[in-house]
């Protein structure tokens, strides 16, 4: 989090922290100029659980994400680490617990390893290169002429989409909080490279606390428990097998996203196919 004066209060002489954070919410609503942002949200992340959250644009999914580290401060019920009320954290020490991963990736105009580093200035170079291998950089960076050396511009200038999203996701991997919140920011990559990513976190960070939105269905399938949000509210949940064998709203955008992706395949083979039937 960038240090600027921030527009919630800040519980500055406090010392509270923890390293396996528990998480509650109670009741939880959000109301922005006279209108429902949440309603209701009841959700228990104790340490080290994966929770996927999904739904159309507008629903909450990005709003509630950033109750949880007061970017916004909910209007009505409760979120607690511990049983302590998160307003009860200083905001450092709240913020500290989250390895977070913004929608809109925000990179400075300075190396990719200052920018991967930046939780961390004293860079060792080690720990950089393992984040970036994590998270499916390495292999871009390394075919840069200067490789971590290489100076981008501010948010990224100079670099994919796509780049842009596996060096900010390196930065929250080389910080190695005990959450890891990732705010649909892998869409940009292709499904085989988020799938690739999504299994180094299980493998490497299996202790972690996870909590990934997403408005491609297949990046939360792994997930402890799936949340479809609808208008600020938790409209369905439970696990993937849970939510299919529901037949509701989940299981039909997972069905029809499904049919889209096997369409795109094919159509690709078949572009191949004609190339090579016309060559």
């Known amino acids: 989090f960038i240090e600027k004066e921030s527009e919630v209060p800040d519980n500055k002489k406090s010392d509270l922290h923890c390293n396996t954070p528990n998480i509650e919410l109670k009741d939880v609503n959000l109301e922005i100029d006279g209108q429902e942002i949440l309603k209701n949200i009841n959700l228990s992340i104790p340490y080290g659980k994966k929770i996927g959250i999904v739904g159309e644009t507008g629903s909450g999914k990005s709003v509630l994400l950033k109750t949880l580290v007061r970017i916004r401060d909910i209007t009505g019920g409760s979120i607690t680490i511990d049983g302590h009320d998160i307003k009860e954290f200083s905001l450092e020490n709240l913020r500290n617990m989250y390895s977070y991963v913004f929608q809109d990736v925000f990179l400075f105009s300075n190396t990719i390893e200052s920018n991967i580093a930046f939780s961390r200035p004293d860079i060792n170079e080690r720990m950089v290169t393992e984040a970036a291998t994590h998270a499916q950089a390495n292999k871009f960076i390394d075919a840069l002429a200067d490789r971590y050396k290489t100076i981008i511009g501010e948010r990224g200038l100079g670099i994919s989409g796509g780049q842009k999203q596996r060096v900010s996701i390196a930065r929250a991997f080389h910080k190695n909080a005990p959450i890891f919140v990732l705010d649909d920011s892998t869409s940009a990559l292709d499904v085989n490279t988020e799938r690739i990513l999504l ?32 208008d600020g509210e938790i409209a369905e949940r439970g696990s993937f097998e849970e939510l299919m064998a529901l037949g509701g709203s989940f299981a039909h955008v997972y069905n029809v996203q499904v049919e889209q992706q096997a369409s795109a395949i094919n159509y690709d083979n078949f572009e191949e196919e004609g190339d090579e039937n016309h060559s």
């Open 199 to 230: 299994e180094e976190i299980r493998k490497n960070f299996s202790e972690k606390t996870l909590i990934i939105t997403a408005h491609r269905f297949s990046s939360v399938v792994d997930c402890d428990e799936i949340l479809y949000m609808k």
